[in-house]
C-alpha cells in the first residue's frame, strides 16, 4: 500500500522557489515582448544619440525617448497616437495597408511617419534645427534594444536598474 510522506522543508522551499522563478519569468516575457500584433496597435521605441546615426545605427547612445503607440485603423484610413505625457492625437492624412504598413503626414506636413514592415520611420519636410537635430541624433530600436539602453543609459548601468526598467516599461 501507498503512503503519503509529508513534504519536507527543504522540498517545500525549492517547490516555492520554482513557483516563484516561474512567475518572474512569466511577468518578465509579458513585459519585454511587444504583444501589439495581437491587437491594432504598434509602438515606436526612439532613442538620442551622442553623435550622427548612421542608417539608423548609433554607436553611442545617450538615452531613451519617450515611447508612442499608435492605434492603426485601416476602415478610415487614419492613426490615433499617443506619447508618455501627452494626450491622445489623430492623424488623417494616411496610406494604411495593415498595422505594420502605413504613412501619414502630420497636419502641418512637417514630417511623414510610418512603419514599414513593422519599423518606424520618420522624415522631416521642412527645415527646422530642431528637426536636423532629430534627424542627425534620433533613432528607432526594437523593444529590447530600447530597454537595454533605458536600462544602461537612464540609471548609469548599474545592475539593479536593469530588472525595474523592463518591469516599469
Known amino acids: 500500500m501507498y503512503t503519503k510522506t509529508p513534504m519536507g522543508e527543504e522540498e517545500a522551499k525549492n517547490n516555492g522557489l520554482v513557483i516563484l522563478l516561474g512567475l518572474v519569468l512569466l511577468v518578465f516575457l509579458f ?4 504583444w501589439g500584433f495581437l491587437s491594432s496597435r504598434i509602438t515606436e521605441y526612439p532613442a538620442y544619440c551622442k553623435v550622427k546615426v548612421v542608417y539608423n545605427t548609433c554607436s553611442s547612445p545617450a538615452y531613451e525617448l519617450n515611447k508612442t503607440v499608435y492605434e492603426v485603423i485601416p ?3 487614419e492613426v490615433i497616437y499617443t506619447s508618455e505625457g501627452s494626450p491622445p492625437n489623430k492623424l488623417t492624412n494616411c496610406a494604411i495597408s495593415d498595422r505594420s504598413n502605413w504613412s501619414c503626414k502630420y497636419s502641418d506636413n512637417s ?4 512603419f514599414v514592415n513593422g519599423r518606424y ?11 536636423q537635430d532629430i534627424k542627425d541624433h534620433g533613432y528607432y530600436l526594437s523593444k529590447w534594444s530600447w530597454l537595454n539602453v533605458s536600462a544602461k543609459y537612464g540609471c548609469g548601468g548599474k545592475f539593479y536598474c536593469y530588472p525595474l526598467i523592463y518591469l516599469l516599461n
Not at 520611420?121 to 528637426?131: A, F, G, H, N, R
Open 31 to 34: 513585459k519585454v515582448f511587444d
Open 75 to 77: 476602415a478610415r484610413q
Open 111 to 114: 514630417a511623414e511617419l510610418g
Open 121 to 131: 520611420y520618420e522624415v522631416p519636410l521642412t527645415d527646422s534645427s530642431v528637426t
